[in-house]
């Protein structure tokens, strides 16, 4: 296999963060406009974060959350199950948008983003680390 010289290697290529953002913005059109009849799924308003695709573009894997819900709740639990059980009509749905030789085949996953940027929220907002942090702009001022 050829060598890529414009690629490190190291995380996507242009390719495949161009197909993912594509793929991200037709899925969260599809589950918006409610093409998918199916009462579960389309009670439920959901974002589509983040779609990731492997390096030969055959999988996607989309990251989603239901909107205003907990991750750990049954709204979380029963949106994965039906975009499951949805997968092989919404790969039709978003293949009709896309203009690639093979449409990849979706898999979901749940998008913990919000949850680690609350807990990240909240570990700042400690006292402890508050003063840490101030101690160590103190310790630049010395320096200088």
Do not use: C, W
Request: hydrophobic share 35%; net charge negative; aromatic share 4%.
């Amino acid at each position: 296999m050829a060598k890529n010289r414009f690629s490190s290697g190291d995380g996507p290529s242009q390719r495949q963060l161009r197909v993912g953002e594509l793929i991200r913005r037709t899925l969260s059109d599809v589950l918006m406009r409610g093409d998918v009849h199916d009462p579960d799924l389309n009670r439920i308003s959901i974002t589509v974060g983040e779609v990731r695709t492997s390096p030969d573009l055959k999988v996607a894997t989309a990251y989603v959350a239901p909107l205003g819900g907990t991750l750990g709740g049954q709204d979380a639990q029963e949106m994965l199950l039906a975009l499951r059980r949805h997968q092989g009509e919404l790969r039709h749905l978003v293949s009709k948008a896309l203009t690639l030789k093979y449409t990849p085949a979706l898999r979901f996953r749940l998008d913990e983003t919000f949850d680690r940027l609350d807990e990240t929220r909240r570990m700042f907002s400690d006292e402890t680390v508050q003063r840490d942090i101030a101690r160590g702009h103190d310790d630049e001022d010395d320096l200088e």
